[in-house]
């Protein structure tokens, strides 16, 4: 079986990304990766999941965003460039 199949994408968490965002549709947004410096939309991105949440870039596997909830707060650490457009 082709382990793609069963790969989430970053499309997985758009609500929980709009959430973060002030109600941003992220998904389609673009982040360049400072690693291999491709340029990829939000939503290609791999989610792994665990204690929290982990994109990484579909081109060479570098960490975009951690995402964890913990004790009543959300951290959340992005790398890249980031190019999101919100709501005012
Ligand atoms: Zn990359």
Same mark, same amino acid.
């Given at each position: 079986m082709d382990d793609s199949a069963l790969t989430l994408d970053g499309n997985a968490i758009a609500g929980l990304l709009a959430d973060v965002f002030n @109600?941003?549709?992220?998904?389609a947004a673009l982040r360049g990766c400072g690693s291999c410096g491709q340029l990829h939309a939000i939503g290609e991105h791999r989610l792994y999941r665990g204690p929290g949440f982990v994109l990484r870039c579909? @081109?060479?596997?570098?960490?975009?965003l951690t995402l964890i909830d913990a004790d009543g707060h959300r951290s959340v650490r992005l790398t890249g460039t980031w190019s999101i457009r919100t709501p005012r």
């Open positions: @109600g941003a549709e992220v998904t579909p @081109g060479c596997d570098d960490v975009a």
